[in-house]
């Protein structure tokens, strides 16, 4: 029991990172109906901004708390930069294009934002610890937790909850589920579809970025680490069934729990957790825990 | 049919490596590449994306190593044994996945291969590990020889397996059973209803693309002689399907035009611009993507092809 | 009010609208009947900016509607309600109704002032206030189709068949309906597309026939027509 | 266990509290050329749906020569020798019209054997006389998605037809089609139906149509079979005029 815990600790926070990759990937899809291979790109680059903010921030002496502040704005920066961007210029071409194309034009995408990174920042893992100094650690029952990772957890629920009020509260949150709806419609009746999607699109890069920044508070940044996201992302979103949020929370939880318990009994095949349990649901659920398949009229 | 170009192409893979000895490698690799992209291929005409073909490349590639660890090298013994090998997987693998369209046949493909590359990496005592497993020196009936004959004999081999394999794919595109797969893309249902298992259908493709995609690791495993599990990663998944369309998915030559074109870049790209040829590749995709919906097979016959629906 | 002048559509390599000329006069209702697949509701949607038109003039009040996209077409107060009803089945009704106040960007009071119109225009719909979109039956969904079209459509509404799917008491009462719309609403105009018009006769002011693309006759459906115009 | 043809038995299907389908019993013999009419939304549609194995009747049974087909898929009913004709003409939009029959023609004389070309003596002198008979034959090697809606129409029974199947079952065979093309297609089709001798249902909106080719009608409305008979006797019944002709 006692060395469970905080290995359910870690797997949460995992999970809330994963999470945050998701969660955009589900939005995006369920918005713009793209699978986004470039996803993976955009939280690996929010996490070199973040890293490089942070070291700023602590290099001029600023107070070390200012590191969260940073992360935010790193992962803001990048989302305001690439999300219209991107968005506007590939993304938008590939609309109503065969999946094979729209899948191709991201993942061209990924490997151009991989070398780009490669060619920025070079091989060498990038790192800051501040953040996670700065939380400390407590210990409950003499087993020791990193304030860090429960602050993430609580981050990941936060974040689901607020994108939850957000599409049934307010006139975006309205406008995004109408679109998603019937996009046809939805332009008759006035809502500007183009701009949905790039709000949505970018909505979906702040979030990958915020993932990657506040991994990069917990593990070194390193190339590959996009490519990683990306694959772990669409696990989870296929378990959760895309386009959903709740779904994508609960499948990051199972997913983060199934990797504790390989860890617990067999360490060495840790990473292949999520896939077996993405294989397992999609067998039993084929469209996710969360979704439903569309029928046909005929 | 204009034969003229594929002989031209033909006679200049056969010939130039005997002016420049080092091509014969990268024709061979090229090769081998094309024979998983025309996996993917396959599967592409029934509008169904395979991010995880990389797992049968990878399955051949190891399968040969293994197999030359137990000391079967016979060239002619490692292609049928890792032709069947990969295509009993690719029977397993697609009973499950067949089942599935879209997205999320994509991702299941990404699931089982992501779950073959995290055994083949972590399983250490077994595979190596990262460090990947060696392959024997092959043999051929019986009998081992020089490198240099060994390489002459993996370049005219590959092409002469090319040409058959290549005219038996085209065969099977023309069947029933191959004009089924665009069937299925266009209109599933009214194939259901004409009787027709749209399952056996794809099933009996699946295990073709997962064959093809084996015999394309055999080839490439022997030629390097060192096999790691990169070569089963998902974004090697994602370049095949690159190579496919960069090609075009529409027909036998399309693919290896994709995976010759692929191995050009690298090779040039690797003089100039080692550390950014994903670079150069994502370029090169997204303008052909962009400007050539034939893919490059279309420009070289400058014809039309459709691009698909556009829902 | 709106002018359609050698309009062309094509949709995968077929041209659907040939030659399309269409001018639809402000308070009038005008029936486009034909059989399917003669180019109705391709007609109502390259109206509403759903379609790419190839060639030809489409203009609304002398302004030339083929530059603007389909969301600013409404904003223009053209509404449009599809054959198939498309409500969006999370919301309620009335959220459904209010989606173009939000989406146009209305205030609080002229939303609420148009919901009361429509609400008085339509009196089945309140008590369907609080009914989620997807919980409607055919009838009743129609209705409020009718009504997010109102909303929307302050000068001019498309109905896209709108008996289609109806069974035939359900379709007199819709007919009641529209006809007590017309009565309340003069300065509205309609274009209807139907392919059985027998239930609309009373309230058609003109009638035109649509065949393989192109608009053929033109013929008024009323004698009196000329003298009840405006 | 009666002659016939196609019988269903209690079939419902109720989801969502609606019942498509309400208890249907009826039975159809063999060369019979039957008309389903009814108002949009009565479950005429979903009755072909039924029978042909895309939707699974929550109650019910449904029998072909007195085999239960209840539940199998569409692909297992086809092969038993139920075929059918879509609303919206289901066709392989990839392929030439000739190319879409022969595709049908092989599920029928056999469809596996990956080396043997599609397009084939065999399959040509099956598919070119069936689209002579449809009089089709000047488009066969067109692409499908030229074709015009009727003669899409006419295609898509075209590969029901290539199945030689027992049952046509055919839904809204002249929707979509001209008036001017309509009783030439009705007549085409029928000429067709008896010469491979086929029986067929089929859903018709048109009551001209109905008048003069339907051997049976049945009348639907709300999931029911509310009337049976011959065309004359239910055509003049004013019930079925006001509820279904839509006529006052």
């Known amino acids: 029991m006692s060395i469970v815990l905080p290995l359910l600790v870690d797997g949460l926070a995992e999970a809330a990172l994963i999470f945050f990759v998701a969660v955009g990937l589900t939005l995006v899809f369920s918005v713009l109906r793209i699978l986004n291979v470039a996803h993976g790109s955009f939280y690996s680059i929010g996490a070199y901004v973040a890293v490089l903010l942070g070291t700023w921030v602590i290099g001029r002496g600023y107070a070390p708390a200012l590191t969260f502040l940073s992360m935010l704005l790193a992962a803001a920066l990048v989302a305001v930069v690439l999300g219209p961007a991107i968005e506007r210029s590939f993304v938008r071409w590939t609309y109503g294009r065969p999946e094979a194309v729209q899948i191709l034009v991201t993942f061209a995408l990924f490997l151009i934002f991989e070398d780009l990174q490669k060619l920025a920042f070079g091989v060498q893992p990038y790192s800051q610890d501040a953040p996670m100094q700065l939380l400390g650690v407590s210990s409950i029952a003499g087993v020791v937790y990193l304030n860090y990772s429960i602050a993430l957890i609580v981050l990941a629920v936060a974040v689901a909850a607020g994108l939850r009020l957000l599409l049934a509260r307010t006139r975006f949150g309205k406008l995004v589920t109408a679109v998603v709806a019937d996009r046809e419609v939805a332009q008759t009746l006035g809502i500007n579809t183009e701009r949905v999607f790039v709000s949505a699109f970018t909505l979906g890069v702040f979030l990958a970025a915020l993932g990657g920044a506040l991994a990069s508070a917990t593990s070194g940044v390193a190339p590959g680490l996009g490519a990683e996201a990306i694959v772990l992302g669409f696990a989870v979103a296929a378990i959760g069934g895309l386009g959903q949020i709740e779904g994508a929370l609960l499948a990051a939880v199972i997913v983060g729990i199934s990797r504790v318990v390989a860890i617990y009994f067999m360490p060495e095949l840790q990473p292949v957790a999520p896939y077996l349990v993405m294989l397992t649901v999609l067998l039993v659920r084929p469209f996710g825990l969360f979704g439903s398949p569309a029928m046909r009229r005929l | 049919m204009q034969l003229i170009p594929y002989a031209v192409a033909m006679a200049g893979i056969a010939t130039l490596p005997l002016a420049f000895p080092w091509l014969s490698f990268l024709f061979v690799l090229a090769i081998a590449m094309g024979f998983a992209a025309l996996g993917v291929a396959l599967l592409l005409r029934a509008g169904l994306i395979s991010i995880g073909h990389a797992m049968f490349y990878g399955l051949g590639a190891y399968a040969t190593a293994f197999l030359t660890r137990w000391g079967v090298t016979d060239l002619m013994l490692l292609l049928v044994g890792t032709a069947a090998i990969s295509a009993v997987a690719g029977t397993l693998v697609g009973a499950f996945v067949v089942r599935y369209r879209a997205i999320f046949f994509a991702m299941l493909n990404l699931a089982v291969s992501m779950v073959f590359f995290t055994l083949v990496s972590k399983l250490y005592a077994l595979t190596g590990g990262s460090d990947g497993m060696r392959v024997g020196a092959p043999t051929l009936f019986g009998r081992a020889y020089s490198r240099a004959v060994i390489e002459a004999v993996l370049l005219y081999g590959s092409l002469a397996l090319l040409v058959v394999v290549g005219f038996l794919v085209h065969r099977y595109l023309q069947s029933s059973m191959g004009q089924a797969l665009s069937a299925v893309h266009t209109n599933e249902i009214r194939l259901a209803y004409l009787g027709v298992s749209v399952r056996a259908v794809l099933l009996a493709a699946y295990a073709a693309s997962a064959a093809l995609a084996g015999i394309g690791g055999f080839l490439a495993a022997v030629a390097i002689g060192h096999v790691v599990p990169e070569m089963t990663y998902w974004t090697a998944s994602g370049q095949l399907v690159l190579v496919a369309v960069l090609g075009g998915a529409g027909t036998v030559a399309g693919p290896f035009i994709g995976a010759f074109f692929l191995e050009a870049v690298r090779s040039l790209a690797a003089g100039y611009l080692a550390e950014s040829w994903n670079l150069v590749i994502g370029v090169a995709l997204l303008v052909v993507i962009f400007f050539l919906p034939g893919g490059l097979h279309g420009l070289m016959h400058a014809g039309f092809v459709p691009r698909g629906r556009a829902a | 009010m709106l002018e359609m002048r050698s309009v062309r559509v094509v949709r995968g390599g077929f041209a659907v609208l040939r030659d399309i000329d269409l001018s639809l006069e402000s308070g009038r209702t005008t029936l486009l009947v034909g059989r399917n697949g003669a180019g109705k509701t391709t007609t109502l949607r390259a109206i509403m900016g759903l379609l790419p038109i190839e060639a030809g003039e489409l203009a609304y009040d002398g302004a030339d509607l083929r530059r603007m996209r389909a969301h600013a077409r409404a904003a223009l107060g053209i509404g449009y309600a599809p054959e198939d009803r498309r409500l969006i089945p999370e919301f309620t009704v009335e959220d459904n109704l209010l989606l173009p106040s939000l989406a146009l960007r209305l205030s609080a009071k002229q939303a609420r002032e148009r919901l009361r119109m429509i609400y008085d225009l339509l009196p089945e719909l309140p008590a369907l206030r609080a009914r989620l979109g997807g919980h409607l039956s055919g009838g009743q969904g129609k209705i409020v189709a009718l009504g997010r079209a109102l909303m929307v459509g302050t000068r001019l509404v498309l109905l896209d068949e709108p008996f289609q799917g109806l069974a035939p008491a359900l379709a007199h009462s819709y007919a009641e309906t529209l006809a007590r719309v017309r009565a309340e609403r003069r300065d509205l105009t309609l274009l209807v597309t139907e392919s059985g018009p027998q239930l609309l006769e009373a309230l058609v002011d003109v009638k035109l026939q649509i065949e393989r693309g192109r608009i053929d006759s033109l013929a008024p459906a009323r004698s009196d027509a000329a003298e009840s115009a405006p | ?248």
Not at chain 4, 48 to 70: F, H, K, M, Q, V
Request: aromatic content about 4%; glycine content about 8%.
């Open chain 4, 1 to 248: 266990m009666s002659a016939a043809l196609l019988s269903a038995a209690g079939v419902t299907l109720s989801f969502g509290g609606v019942r498509a389908a309400d208890g249907v019993d009826v039975e159809v013999d063999t060369g019979e050329f039957l008309a389903i009419i009814g108002p949009n939304g009565s479950g005429k549609t979903t009755f072909l749906n039924l029978c042909t194995g895309y939707l699974r009747p929550t109650a019910g049974s449904i029998r072909l020569e007195g085999r239960d087909i209840t539940g199998l898929s569409p692909r297992a009913i086809a092969r038993l020798g139920i075929a059918r004709a879509f609303q919206i003409p289901q066709l392989f939009a990839e392929h030439s019209l000739l190319e879409n029959v022969m595709l049908a023609v092989a599920a029928e004389q056999g469809f596996w054997r990956p080396l043997r070309p599609l397009d084939r003596p065999a399959h040509r002198k099956a598919a070119l006389p069936l689209l002579e008979l449809m009089k089709l034959d000047e488009h066969a090697e067109r692409a499908v998605s030229e074709l015009s809606e009727g003669i899409r129409k006419l295609a898509d029974i075209a590969l029901a037809l290539a199945l030689r199947p027992k049952l046509l079952l055919l839904d809204e065979p002249t929707s979509g089609v001209s008036n001017a093309e309509k009783f030439a297609l009705v007549e085409t089709l029928a000429a067709a139906l008896h010469n491979e001798n086929v029986t067929a249902v089929f859903v018709e909106h048109d009551m001209e149509v109905v008048r003069s080719y339907a051997d049976r009608v049945l009348v639907w409305d709300q999931g029911r079979i509310v009337a049976d008979g011959p065309p004359n006797a239910i055509l003049s019944d004013p019930r079925v005029l006001q509820n279904v002709v839509g006529v006052t």
